[in-house]
């Protein structure tokens, strides 16, 4: 497609391919947009832009899918970061900033008595199913069909190598089923350890599913009637839609709630904080990494969540996010194609209708990268409170371009 | 014991306490060398030494678990992090530095075909589980009993929360039981799918204990008649025994192998090499993590892995190592008391004859941090290339004194 302006990317792919298997894997893999369609390896950024290996340029709406939620190489939150480092980073003990941290969460997140750090988001949902199994001295989990809790094998995220006894004691629902939940609920009682959901519904090639009215007030209330932990994965929205936690978003309050990403504005820090029930059992579980108690990304994410709060960022993020939904709705509708923008404004994604083999928003995403802003084509997007209004117009005027080349090609 | 020594890291331990569960978990739990015995948070660390947060000065033999294997903040490894990172760090693509790491490392590691990268160790072992599994479409995994594979439920590391089934197709054997080994793969034929081990037997509480003669050899032998995906453990061990990996260090060629640790000299950075057989499986298996693409740790490792093969590192820490575990001999042997030195010089561990219940050994290392000198009282310490010669003579003649008490309180 666009061999000569990707050819850096594409000849570093080549390169990749020989020894590292798939070149770029996981969430990461670079056949967004159809084969050589779309940037595969970055070499600047900045605020809400970066510059691919080929000196491309974009306006970037995925933030790292998620992590850079200040923006790129925020200067405030580098200098938190590199002052901890020059002192101490990872060494035999934690940082006194660890304590500094986990004092800022617990003010932060209401719901929040203790916290633990780790440094992937599954480090964290991983944990809480042992805790909640731990606590209740029971076995099973209720999950939503089709929902991203990292890779582990009870997630049911991959296929091969994937044991039956990997997935003995994970129950499915389909996302927003109250029924469904409180009917296993019943047919599980005295079983069922714990429930882990996202905050809504945010699969990868679907529509993003906002909670149906009357979802979190049931579970929680089925949750504490029947003992089981009601974990929260609030890991790719956290941060974005209340500082307080995506629960304070929704009104409702779980047990546990599971955070990483946009925790440190991209340095590698995750997560998880619970109430005072389960303190004892946060306590008995083993459970640590080489990494954990590096100070450099704990100093970053003080300062993170200092700046989210000081700067109203999440007001702004949403703000910055309506006005882009808006904006593409209309040039949508200018050129007579039928869009679902769903999500929260500052986590929207796009589909189309009359597009569900994806191939219009394959095609929606190859032209907007090639006109320099970074859309994906089956994941969520995120915004950051770098995107100023001037960042959001240009991308809608873009929008106008690709939305007539959408219909050009499909008609 | 000395709480005017440690007295700000209590006081921000009773703080911790307040809000992470159990203050320090994990294997950074300060409860090591008896209650307030011990240094809990670092505020400053350089080389191979580092500044409590009451300002006492410790020569660290423990080099944050592993992670400094050049000395804390070591500048060309920073320079070269800063240098990425100040371009571009984590985005929604790898940095060429990925591929220039890869290939680095494929080149170091002969049996490498190909590399993946992750955060933590354990991201590596259990994902060799996956790989495994899906290469043979076979379930069972052989380790040997109280080694440390990280903290997933399959290892045994922990016991709360666990299931039954997180451990329903684990065998395990003593560690150097060549017989065993034998035997499990004759009684599970057909149905064995890996065998994961560390290089030699690095357990807690313990001696160290070196491959048996031919166990290795006996080892791949069996496992390549089989059919067994033989894995290394090599994240504790990897870089201080051969840079080419620990198991050129004992004469064997495993199929999979896990570094992690110092890898990158204190940067969050694990990954996984493999042999060509293996590559299908290892792209088959979906695995990502939220962090696992950031450009600053993979130059911090190309600086790392370059610096510890141009300054003949392995060599240096062995050498320092051996000139500790003769000093040490000598020191003992001068108060009469009988200690056994294990493990390779670089990853070396005392244990006291007659001090079974590790009491002595908890005196020797509290007695010792009181003199400024980090020994752990219950596991493996870690060499560093910064550890020069008056490093190693200060810390045996602080072992003087330490034997001494230990000698006179223990008779």
Redesign the interface.
Known sequence: MSEERYKKSIQ?FK??AK????G?????T?VLAGPMAS???????KGCR?W??DGNEYI?F?C?????VLG??HPEV?AAA?KQ????????????V??EL??L??KLIPMA????F??????MT?HA???????TKK?KIIMANGAYH????WTG???????P??R??ILTIDWGDLDGFNRLAEEYRGDIAGAIFTPYHHPTWADQVMPPKGFWEGVRKTCTREGIVLILDD?RAGFRLNLAGSHEYFGFTPDISCY??AIAN???L?AMVGNEDL?????????????????A?MAASVATLTILKRDKAVEKMNKMGELLKTGLEEMAQAHDLEISVTGPAAIPFITFKGGEDFRMNQLFAAESMKRGI?FHPHHNWFLSAAHQKEDIEKSINVADEVFKEVKRVFG
């Open positions: 570093l390169r990749a020894v590292i298997p798939q770029i894997y996981g969430h990461l670079p940037p595969y390896f970055t070499a600047k950024a970066y691919d290996v970037d995925m790292a899918y998620g992590p850079m790129h190489n580098d590199d480092r020059k002192l101490a980073n990872t060494t035999n003990h934690p940082g006194e660890m304590v986990a004092e969460i617990t008595e203790w916290v633990v780790g440094k992937n988001g599954a480090d991983n199913l042992v805790i909640a199994r731990d606590y076995r990292g890779t582990a094998p995220s991959g296929h091969n190598g994937i044991l006894e990997d003995a004691h890991i990483c990403k991209g340095y590698p995750s303190r004892i059992s946060a306590s008995n579980v083993f459970y640590t990494g080489s990494f954990w108690f590096s100070a990304p970074f």
